[in-house]
């Protein structure tokens, strides 16, 4: 991807993270014009990295990738005010379209999404119900993701430097509020909302 983008003379990487939990304050420090963001990331899913950003960031681009173009997945990064979405299999060109159209202020989808009029997509964004995941505070958004990762209250603790005890009170209220009971609900949950990525399929040996 950094090599794609030194190709477009235009664009110049000025930071980079593969940590969802620390975008947020590289974007602070660095204050790009644009943020290419995975949906997929680690610590922090790119759909919420991209609500943060906006906050922060009301004038920088905000280009959303993903190997699954999925339509609440479209829907969800507009609604959090992402400029483009582009599926990973579009080709480089697409990409780095997507980035000026972005970097303007303008809305992108890549194809296959682009067949549907983007006014659509926007309507849908506009009219997208709260639930549950809305009622959750950015703490509680974090601690989801990483119990969803199988890290435990103390790995928690240490990541988001909080204590062990606190770390435990954020779990307790992330499950009454999501009406789970369990660490596998909540992962079967976070898998369903897209929060953590499917299992890759495993390959068949020749």
């Not at 000026?100 to 983007?118: D, E, K, N, W």
């Not at 435990?168 to 909302?193: K, N, P």
Request: aromatic share 4%; proline share 7%.
């Amino acid at each position: 991807m950094r090599c794609l983008l030194h190709a477009e003379t235009e664009f110049r990487v000025v930071g980079e993270s593969g940590d969802g939990l620390r975008v947020t304050a590289l974007v602070k420090r660095l204050k790009p014009s644009l943020v290419l963001l995975d949906v997929a990331l680690p610590g922090l899913w790119g759909l919420e990295v991209a609500r943060r950003v906006r906050q922060i960031a009301p004038a920088a681009g905000i280009v959303v990738l993903s190997r699954f173009p999925s339509p609440p997945y479209v829907v969800e990064a507009l609604r959090n005010g992402a400029n483009a979405f582009v599926a990973k299999q579009a080709n480089p060109a697409e990409l780095a379209r997507a980035l000026r159209v972005a970097m303007s202020g303008g809305y992108y989808l890549s194809r296959p999404l682009s067949r549907i009029p983007l006014k659509r997509w926007l309507d849908r964004a506009k009219a997208l119900p709260a639930t549950a995941y809305d009622t959750l505070t950015g703490r509680q958004r974090e601690i989801l993701q990483l119990v969803a990762e199988g890290h435990s209250n103390l790995a928690i603790s240490q990541r988001l430097g909080i204590s062990v005890r606190t770390a435990e009170v954020h779990r307790a209220r992330v499950l009454e509020r999501l009406g789970v009971h369990s660490q596998a609900d909540l992962i079967r949950y976070a898998l369903a909302r897209g929060i953590i990525p499917p299992p890759e399929p495993m390959s068949r040996p020749n």
